[in-house]
């Protein structure tokens, strides 16, 4: 596999190995101080174009093809998936693979013109430690669901409490706010008290007037007069 837009030879991902090949036990070292010529990554971070990327390579001659172990050092460029400003992340990645000198179905990589490409390699090593989420910081709250500003540049950004549509029409109204749910919970619970109340009176009404042995006090008392003056007469004649 070779570089899409470049040939191995000019390619900055590909080391010649010619001497190397078929020499089981060699072993050599190399720096890649890498130009980035295209742009990789996924949706929301990725390392773009003409970033700096730095590459230690070793280059180990087996009886299969040529070992190779790389450590590399990039930065990421991406956009915080809370509150959407630029961020970058330095990765740190190693990785290990085998190019044939044979065109073997049980190997993804192998030689070509005398020379390993790494960049399928690096490119599929990077994309794999990249996140899927990227956070400007780990505590980052977001944005403000309702206008959009960043919590983080105003940490005390608020809006009022919105007022129930059911209340709205209310709020227009000169003098009258929109009562909270409460307040009507409250009012209806006095206007059933109320009508407790006078159902209450209501009955008692209601058994004074069918009860027939029901004894009317100013009744009773108006019968006591008349009795006393009655006798207060007869006692007044005998003498």
Not at 35 to 58: Q, S, T
């Amino acid at each position: 596999m070779v570089s899409r837009n470049l040939p191995p030879s000019t390619s900055p991902y590909a080391i010649p190995v010619f001497d190397l090949m078929h020499r089981p036990g060699e072993m050599r070292e190399k720096v890649l101080d890498i130009v980035v010529p295209e742009a990789f990554g996924n949706a929301v971070i990725g390392v773009p174009l003409g970033a700096p990327m730095h590459v230690d390579v070793r280059l180990e001659s087996l009886h299969d093809g040529i070992l190779v172990s790389a450590d590399i050092d990039v930065t990421a460029i991406g956009e915080c998936v809370r509150c959407l400003i630029e961020v970058e992340q330095q990765l740190e990645v190693d990785l290990q693979e085998l190019f044939a000198y044979s065109n073997d179905e049980a190997f993804d990589y192998e030689v070509e013109n005398d020379s390993v490409d790494l960049e399928p390699v690096i490119r599929d090593a990077i994309v794999l430690a990249l996140p899927f989420q990227p956070v400007c910081r780990e505590e980052c709250p977001g944005l403000c669901p309702q206008c959009g500003v960043r919590f983080l540049d105003d940490p005390g950004h608020g809006h009022e409490a919105a007022v129930d549509p059911r209340w709205a029409v209310l709020a227009g109204l000169e003098g009258l706010t929109a009562p909270s749910p409460s307040d009507a919970i409250r009012a209806n619970a006095t206007d059933l008290n109320a009508t407790d109340l006078n159902a209450t009176d209501l009955s008692a009404t209601d058994l004074n007037a069918t009860d027939p042995h029901a004894v009317n006090p100013d009744a009773t008392a108006s019968g006591a007069d008349v009795v006393g003056a009655d006798h207060h007469g007869a006692t007044e004649e005998k003498r």
